[in-house]
């Protein structure tokens, strides 16, 4: 197992190097000049893609827009060179700078907007600024710019067509290493999670509106270093290429390459050009020139791949390597600060009159009743009682119409998810989420996205250049201790969707651990369980509870519930009917009366 990995994370640390040195002896090889043109724009490409992989592949947020980006970074160079003769870096920098804060302001708006209406409004965005490019006197009309200087380095001109093949390349390279870096680290790994819903990193403590909008803003600066090397390689510009008809074709790079893979954006680059220059040769000959058949052959090949390989062709290919690569639990680490627990018998939660209502529907009907640490509380009752509902307003799921929720003796009633998990409280879900394609070690380590120092962090941009590796190798550790406590150390790097339902509650329970939790809170923890599986979780809970853990836990399986907990709360239409211990429960004729609707 050891060396498989050692073989594998060697083999994604040299693959990078590999590619650059290909690309670095291309031009000492005698290739055509016509076949560095081609490669030059895979490259260009390939910068863009590498963004949309992040954001529509990863994270599942469909952008048309990203042509309109390159437009951004490819006319501002070519204004700045041409209008004022300052050098193409500044041109760089002014471009980066204009589509990361259009992406901001852009992003801000858009990606609170959820379904379908994304995709659409970048497809408005899109096609609005290519008009805007177009229609600009001083942007040169659909004419364009021309006259754009080549870039120089220390006195090097990259004015001839290799030369800027390698730069892109460099560059290509570079952003594949970036993009790589982000998406294995904290913040990385929540970005992985946004595409299976919001509620569970926002309940692991993660801002999904700004991380969406940082990684919208991230593409739009790939897609717009794209277009400054574009620029500096034509020395001319107009809108053509900035259309939503590339803003299409990067979406089906990402698609035919592997939307979820970095490679994959190299792959679908490189793939889309190659088809798309034979195909322009190709199909006017055998067809004739009275149509555009380029576009309706890659309609038709993004109508398969959608149907026949959606997750596109980089799996295929990856599937010869011998395991992937992933984040690994260093043997030592400094460990995570954790905060002070409470010492056995104090009251954690306290629930007083929590009301909420649905309109004229009351789903939680004033109810109270307290939690206190080193006890296991259950919270029973027939479908439709409020428990879910109750769950939901102690984790801030859904706002509290009136009563109070006190945590630890502080009010946390109308605090978001994200905040009532910085105070302590962590939980799991009725539905098992988890991200199946990422392993259990990192599913786990999302658990400790508000422990590590972010100031050490230094958030995106550190993980870009590698500079988390401290706290990394402190989270990975947390999760790996964490994973062995609940009996999970020997599947550290499965995939978690491999595990069984039994497992994969287990793991959701050592997210929640990795939280720092002095409070856990459990949604039908033995929903779906075999026998066995259930009495591991039995004996789990238990040992969390001598450790002085404050558990609650809603709950339909009685025989799960009588063994385990030490008081039970049942709710009945919205309301509290009975509380006490699971003995007094047994009997307590309201109970039976809501259970077996009634006893003689
Ligand atoms: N978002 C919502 N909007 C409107 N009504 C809701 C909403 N969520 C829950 N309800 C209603 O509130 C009541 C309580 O539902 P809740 O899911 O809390 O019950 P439960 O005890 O958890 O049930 P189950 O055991 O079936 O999960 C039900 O009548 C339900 O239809």
């Not at 801002?207 to 897609?223: E, P, S």
């Not at 098992?432 to 230094?458: F, I, K, T």
């Amino acid at each position: 197992m050891k060396n498989k990995f050692v073989f594998s994370a060697a083999l994604s640390t040299i693959a990078p190097v590999v590619l650059l040195l290909l690309v670095l002896a291309l031009p000492f090889l005698s290739v055509p000049p016509f076949w560095i043109t081609l490669l030059s724009y895979v490259g260009l490409y390939s910068i863009v893609a590498l963004g949309l992989v992040m954001l529509t592949g990863v994270a599942g947020l469909t952008s048309f827009g990203q042509a309109a980006f390159v437009g951004i970074g490819a006319y501002t160079t070519a204004y700045v060179t041409t209008q004022f003769g300052l050098s193409p870096w500044i041109g760089l920098l002014a471009g980066l700078l204009i589509t990361g804060v259009s992406a901001l302001l852009i992003g801000a708006v858009t990606m609170r907007i959820s379904g379908h209406f994304l995709p659409l409004s970048t497809i408005a965005w899109g096609l609005s600024l290519y008009f805007l490019f177009g229609n600009l006197e001083s942007l040169g009309k659909y004419d364009g710019i021309g006259g754009i200087p080549s870039i120089s380095l220390f006195g090097f001109e990259f004015s001839s067509g290799k030369s800027m093949y390698v730069l892109i390349w460099v560059v290509a390279i570079l952003a594949l290493v970036s993009v790589k870096n982000f998406l294995n680290s904290r913040t990385g790994r929540a970005v992985r999670a946004l595409k299976f819903g919001y509620v569970m990193p926002e309940a692991m403590g993660v801002n999904t509106v700004w991380l969406k909008i940082v990684i919208f803003a991230y593409a739009a600066m790939l897609a717009g270093v794209s277009g400054w090397l574009y620029a500096h390689l034509q020395h001319a510009v107009n809108p053509t290429p900035f259309g939503l008809k590339y803003g299409i074709d990067y979406l089906l790079m990402v698609v035919v390459g592997g939307a979820g893979y970095v490679w994959g954006a190299l792959l679908g680059a490189g793939l889309i050009t190659l088809l798309g220059n034979f195909l322009q040769e190709w199909l006017p000959a055998v067809l004739g020139t009275g149509g555009n058949f380029e576009a309706i052959v890659f309609g038709i090949a993004l109508v398969l791949f959608l149907q026949y390989a959606n997750e596109g062709l980089w799996p295929f290919i990856q599937a010869r390597f011998p395991g992937r690569p992933s984040a690994r639990a260093p043997d030592d680490a400094p460990a995570l600060a954790h905060k002070d627990k409470p010492a056995a018998g104090e009251v954690i939660l306290d629930v007083k009159d929590a009301r909420k209502q649905f309109g004229g529907l009351v789903a939680v009907n004033d109810v109270s009743f307290s939690v206190k640490a080193g006890e296991v509380v259950g919270l029973i009752g027939p479908n439709g009682a409020g428990k879910s509902t109750t769950f939901n307003l102690v984790t801030g799921v859904l706002p509290i119409t009136s009563g109070a929720v006190d945590y630890r003796g502080r009010s946390i009633a109308g605090l978001s998810s994200r905040q009532i998990a910085s105070r302590g409280i962590a939980r799991t879900f009725q539905h098992v989420r988890l991200v199946p394609g990422m392993s259990v070690l990192e599913n786990a380590a999302m658990g400790a996205y508000l422990r590590s120092d972010r100031a050490a962090q230094g958030g995106a941009l550190a993980s870009i250049l590698r500079l988390n590796r401290k706290e990394e190798d402190k989270i990975l550790l947390e999760a790996k201790r964490q994973l062995e406590r609940v009996g999970l150390g020997d599947m550290l790097y499965r995939p978690a969707g491999s595990l069984a339902l039994g497992q994969q509650r287990i793991l959701e329970i050592a997210r929640a651990l990795c939280c720092d939790p002095a409070l856990l809170l459990l949604d039908e923890p033995a929903a779906g369980l075999r026998y066995k599986e259930k009495q591991a979780l039995s004996e789990l809970l238990r040992k969390l509870r001598a450790e002085g853990m404050a558990v609650l836990l809603v709950e339909h399986d009685m025989d799960f519930v009588m063994q385990l907990t030490d008081h039970i709360v049942v709710m009945e239409f919205g309301t509290k009917i009975a509380e006490g211990t699971p003995a007094q429960i047994q009997v307590h004729p309201a109970v039976l009366e809501a259970y077996l609707g009634g006893v003689e």
